[in-house]
């Protein structure tokens, strides 16, 4: 026989099943609320669209009964949810409101990211240029940029390596190296490269730098003059944020900075073993292709 004090402790477990499984659902409509929110819908649509959804078929006198969306509001709201396909008007009086199923909204969803996704990629170039002008300050000629002497090469690299953040590979060969060694080695403009190269490596920049010869072996000479072109505080970062390789490999000079702006070297026809100009690009798509290709032959070069 059932007693009074059972049936109030039956009483009691009902209503905490029941405040249980309020307290869940209500935790998971916040949930929900917050990821369709993050997919494109503003706050009073969420707000619309998951009443309609758990209370089925609604008038709009209903959802402002069960909602907190203003009555000013209520029918642009259903007005744009109607609009994107995530409810449905159904005609009569008064109106009702019927939310698409579940598995539908979530095909619509990916729809929408994919059209943002296309949009990104149809802007994406303007994007990255005007990104890149804002954190280097380059002026829109800077984008595509001829450097027509060595030493303007020098110095324009310089300029690039000072805003360096992560990464530098630079790609020499053995005649950029004998150019740089007569004509500039002891000048200004080289002392001023070295130093703005050191404060690279202080600050954490790892440093590729890849010598090309064309000499069977490499000759002990190509490295004595690159460690006198180098000063002792910037080889003591080998080992460390430095690394220097040799390949046998012929490779057009080129430096990459940040994996999204290029400096490629080219030689002067006329002049043998000569390198006066100099092509700056910032794109980073052609960054990641010379970088795939510096990868391949880093990887089958030999250690300094």
């Known amino acids: ?51 309609i959804l758990r209370h089925g078929a609604s008038t709009v006198r209903e959802i402002l009964h069960r909602t907190k969306i203003p009555y000013g509001r209520v ?23 019927i939310a698409i199923p579940p598995h539908a909204l979530v095909k619509k969803l990916i729809e929408k990211e994919k059209e943002k996704l296309d949009e990104l990629r149809e802007h994406a170039t303007t994007i990255e240029q005007k990104l890149l002008r804002l954190a280097y300050e380059y002026d829109i000629e800077y984008i595509f940029s001829i450097l027509m002497k060595s030493q303007d090469i020098i110095s324009f690299s310089s300029r690039q390596i000072s805003q360096t953040r992560s990464r530098l590979v ?23 490269y070295l130093r703005v190269l050191e404060r690279a490596l202080n600050r954490g920049v790892y440093t590729h730098l890849l010598i090309s010869s064309n000499e069977e072996p490499i000759l002990p000479n190509t490295k004595d003059i690159l460690y006198n072109l180098l000063t002792h505080n910037i080889l003591k970062f080998r080992g460390k944020n430095l690394e220097i390789r040799y390949t046998r490999k012929p490779v057009t000079p080129f430096n990459i900075y940040d994996d999204e702006r290029v400096l490629i070297k080219l030689r002067d026809p006329s002049r043998d073993g000569l390198y006066t100009c100099g092509i700056f690009i910032i794109n980073s798509r052609l960054a990641d292709l010379l970088m795939e290709k510096f990868k391949t032959i880093w990887n089958n070069s030999e250690n300094s």
Request: hydrophobic fraction near 35%.
């Open 1 to 51: 026989m059932i007693i009074k004090r059972d049936i109030y402790k039956l009483h009691s477990e009902i209503l905490n099943l029941v405040s249980g499984l309020s307290m869940s659902i209500e935790k998971e409509k916040r949930e929900l609320f917050k990821l369709l929110m993050g997919y494109g819908l503003k706050p009073y649509e969420a707000e619309a669209y998951l009443d």
């Open 170 to 192: 630079i790609c020499l060969d053995t005649d950029r190296v004998l150019q740089i060694q007569r004509e500039a080695m002891s000048s200004d403009i080289w002392s001023s």
């Open 75 to 97: 029918y642009d709201v259903l007005k744009s949810l109607s609009y994107k396909g995530y409810i449905i008007e159904s005609p009569g009086r008064p109106k009702m409101y």
